[in-house]
């Protein structure tokens, strides 16, 4: 799709939302890397990204889905076709099932546990403090102190890369550890939980006692993408790094976290590539000290040249 196309859509009224020409990927990642990408949009309705992902199909463009961006690591030459973001699909509604909520895919999940807590609706208290939309959430199957979205998710609303939409419920969904299989190219828009119910103070000062532990043992407040590799069966890669003596770390202006050693930190002007490299070279010191081969969790979008 090009900036002609783009326009085409425009000007036939077919697209509703905002289109943004290379648009620095770093401005929408929680790690801050990132070249331009050619495309953005933010289509405010399902009609919208029908018909954006009708004209990639057409023009046989990709496209790739960006929710909060907080677990991606994003190229430093940027990416070629266009970003999809969901931010505009913001909403939680109370259906007419009882404690089930329908969520848009854009939601954060922080405002979806404020929700939750000022309406009585409880499950969703371990997630306290991970920063990614609903979608994301969903798409990784995020999770902590035991509690996944798989817990919780009844069902999904997508939309497939040929405009398409069907819900899937949870059995369909494969979710694992950190991921789901979802469609090759399908865009989430919408996800209904089931949640139960409580007082609202209890399940506030439950939500409070998690982000505490985690504030304890996370570097909340530095740009991440939170956990770097997966954990591997029955042990867990902060602690395989730690072992191997990789704390602190560095590659350019990445650093492996002192509070936390499968975060990595952007301390100023880290770029995708420093983020690479630090990767690899935490990669092979777990390797030669425990024998582990770890895989990353972080999802890489574009490139560096
Ligand atoms: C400080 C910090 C702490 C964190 N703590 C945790 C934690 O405790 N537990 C945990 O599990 N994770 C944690 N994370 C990682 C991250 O927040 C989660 O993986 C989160 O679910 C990612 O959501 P997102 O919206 O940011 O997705 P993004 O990073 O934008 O995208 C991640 C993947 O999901 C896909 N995706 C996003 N939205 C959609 C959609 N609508 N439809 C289809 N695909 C989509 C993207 O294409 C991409 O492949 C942490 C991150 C940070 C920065």
Do not use: W
């Not at 620095?24 to 933010?42: D, N, R, W």
């Not at 982000?211 to 996370?218: F, G, I, T, V, Y």
């Amino acid at each position: 799709m090009t900036a002609k196309d783009v326009k085409e859509i425009f000007d036939r009224g077919l697209f509703r939302g905002e289109i943004r020409f290379d648009e620095p990927m770093s401005a929408h990642t929680s790690l801050k890397t990132g070249g331009p990408v050619e495309i953005m949009v933010f289509p405010e309705d399902p009609l919208s990204l029908k018909n954006v992902l009708s004209a990639c199909e057409r023009e046989d463009i990709p496209s790739f889905v960006i929710g909060a961006g907080t677990n991606l690591l994003a190229g430093d030459a940027g990416a070629g076709g266009v970003a999809i973001s969901l931010r505009e699909f913001r909403s939680i509604e109370p259906t007419r099932d009882e404690g089930v909520l329908f969520v848009g895919a854009g939601t954060p999940l922080a405002m979806l546990l404020g929700f939750a807590q000022r309406n009585g609706y409880a499950g969703l208290e371990a997630l306290a403090g991970i920063p990614g939309s609903a979608g994301g959430a969903v798409y990784m199957n995020a999770g902590s102190f035991g509690t996944e979205m798989k817990d919780i998710v009844v069902s999904v609303s997508v939309m497939n890369r040929h405009g398409d939409m069907e819900i899937l419920d949870r059995d369909s969904l494969g979710f694992a550890y950190r991921r789901s299989n979802l469609p090759e190219g399908s865009v989430i828009l919408s996800v209904n939980i089931a949640l139960g119910r409580d007082d609202p103070d209890a399940i506030r000062r439950r939500t409070r006692e998690f982000l505490e532990k985690k504030r304890a043992a996370q570097p909340l407040g530095e740009a991440s993408a939170g956990c770097v590799f997966r954990n591997p069966p029955g042990d867990s890669a902060g602690r395989l790094i730690d072992a191997a003596g990789c704390r602190g770390m560095r590659a350019g202006g990445a650093e492996v976290s002192r509070v936390h050693a499968n975060f990595f930190i952007n301390k100023g002007n880290a770029t995708c590539r420093d983020f690479m490299q630090l990767m690899q070279a935490v990669k092979a010191r777990v390797m030669e000290h425990s024998g582990v081969e770890l895989e990353p969790e972080i999802k890489v979008v574009g490139g560096n040249d």
